[in-house]
C-alpha cells in the first residue's frame, strides 16, 4: 500500500493512509451489503491481498460488474477495450439502481457489433446506454471505436459524466487555486474533468506522479475507478470515516511492551484532543474501526476511553516494572511541523506526564518524514487512515506482516490467519465476530497504535 499525505494538499487526497501534516488529510438495492459477496466469494490467483487494487477487484466482481478470465485470473495490468469499459460503466449504474439496460437501448455507433456474444446486450445495448447519457461522446458522431483501448483520461472523463447525470450537482467544483497533480488539469479536453475528479476523491489510490494519463488503463484501474465511483454515490458520505491515530515502533525499546504501550493509550485524553480541534466532525476515538463502519456495535471494545483512564495506565505502567516512568527512555513523538500536529503532540506529551512518562515533540521537515517512518529511528508517529471501502477489512489489513505502511513494525501470525478467514465467512456476523477479535489485539492487548479522534 504506497501512502500519501492528505489534507491541504489536493494530491495528498489519492492514498488512504497519510502523514499529518505533509499536507494533512485522503436497479440493486443491497451495494453494501454485496461487499461481503465480494470479499467472500471473489478471488483470483493473479490478485493477492498485497496488489494495491485487491479491495476494488474483489467488490465490483463480487457484483458482477467486472470478471475474470477463463484460466481464473484477472489480468489486472492488462488493457481495457472501450466497449468493454462501456459495459462496465453502465452495469455500475444498473448496481446503483440509476441504469437500466435493454434491446430497446439502440446504438447510434455504426461501428458497433449488434449483440452476438453470451450476454445479448453486449457491446451495442451498453454503449447505447452510454451514448444517450451523454457518458461517451463517440470518437465522431457515428463511431464509437469499440476496439481499441481506453486511456486513463477517457475513463476519468466518462466517470465524471456519469456521475453527473445519475447524481447531479454531488461533485463539488475545485476552488479557483486548486492546482491538479502532475499537470493532469492541462490537457484541453479532459483536463478539467481530471482536476474535478482529483478533488473530489475519485483518484483516491491512483499515483498519479507516476501514471501517464494518455496511456492505457488497466483493468486493475479501472476496477478501482467505478469502486470510487460507487463509494462517492453511497458510503462515503457517512462519517467519520477516518481515523487518527500515533503508531508506536513496537521494535523500539521501551515500546516494545504491550503493557507499556497499554500504559500510554489509556492516559491519552481523546475527548480533550477533539475539542481542542475545534472542529465538530472530530470525536474521540475509542477504538481502531470509526462508528460508521458497518457492524461497528459488533467489533468494537470497551477497553479505550473517551477521557484518560490515569489510574489505570499508572497501574499498567507499574506491572510492567517501570512505576512513575521510571527505566523508561525518553519517547519521541516525531511530526511534521503543522500546527495541528505539533498541538496534538505537545497534548499527548503532557498527559503522559500524569502517569510519570517523559516524551518530547520532535519537529521532522515534510521532506525528511517518510524516511524517518522507515529508520529505525522512529519512536511515535502521527498518521491517519481512511475508509474508500464499506468494511473494516481494509482498516485490519494494515497490520498484515506483509503489506506496507506498517510503520510500526508490528505484525502477528494468528492475527493474519484470522484477517485471511474473515474472506471466507458467509454472513456480515460471522465476518463482524472475526472483525472483533483482529479489534481487541489491535485496541485492548497489544496496541501497535493509540487511535485518537475519527472524523
Known sequence: ???????????????????????????????????????????????????????????????????????????????????????????????????????????????????????????????????????????????????????????????????????????????????????????????????????????????????????????????????????????????????????????????????VRQALALAVDRQAISAALDDASAVPATGWVPRSIPGYAAITHDFLKPTAQVAQAAVLLANAGHAGGAGLPEIKIQVTPSGQNIAVANAVKTQWQAIGVNAAVVEVPFGDYWALLQSDDVMVFRMGYIADFNDAYEFFNLFRADTGGNFTRWSNPDYDQILDQSLLTATDEERWALYSALEKTLCVDELPVIPLYWK
Open 1 to 259: 500500500m504506497k501512502l500519501k499525505s492528505v489534507d491541504t494538499d489536493h494530491s495528498a487526497k489519492r492514498r488512504r493512509s497519510f502523514a499529518l501534516g505533509l499536507g494533512g488529510v485522503v436497479c440493486l438495492t443491497v451495494a453494501l451489503s454485496l461487499i461481503s459477496l465480494a470479499l467472500a466469494t471473489t478471488s483470483f490467483p493473479d490478485v493477492p491481498h498485497t496488489h494495491d487494487y485487491h479491495a476494488a477487484i474483489r467488490e465490483l466482481a463480487g457484483k458482477g460488474i467486472i470478471g475474470g478470465y477463463e484460466n481464473g485470473n484477472f489480468g489486472p495490468d492488462d488493457p481495457v477495450r472501450r466497449q468493454q469499459f462501456a459495459k462496465m460503466i453502465v452495469l455500475t449504474g444498473v448496481d446503483l439502481g440509476k441504469y437500466t439496460v435493454s434491446e430497446d437501448d439502440v446504438c447510434p455507433f455504426k461501428d458497433v457489433e449488434i449483440g452476438g456474444y453470451t450476454d445479448p446486450f453486449f457491446p451495442d445495448n451498453y454503449v447505447a446506454v452510454c451514448a444517450a447519457k451523454r457518458i461517451t461522446l463517440g470518437t465522431t458522431p457515428t463511431t464509437f471505436d469499440p476496439w481499441n483501448f481506453i486511456t486513463r483520461y477517457q475513463v476519468i472523463s466518462m466517470v465524471v459524466r456519469a456521475i453527473n447525470d445519475m447524481q447531479p450537482g454531488l461533485l463539488e467544483t475545485p476552488p479557483a487555486d486548486f492546482a491538479a497533480t502532475a499537470g493532469w488539469g492541462n490537457d484541453p479536453v479532459h483536463g478539467a474533468n481530471a482536476a474535478l475528479a482529483e478533488h473530489n476523491l475519485l483518484l483516491l489510490g491512483f499515483d498519479l506522479e507516476n501514471l501517464n494519463p494518455y496511456e492505457n488503463m488497466t483493468r486493475g484501474e479501472v476496477a478501482h475507478m467505478l469502486h470510487n465511483l460507487i463509494g462517492k454515490m453511497t458510503y462515503w458520505s457517512n462519517t467519520p470515516r477516518i481515523v487518527y491515530y500515533l503508531g508506536l515502533n513496537t521494535q523500539h525499546p521501551g515500546l516494545d511492551d504491550p503493557h
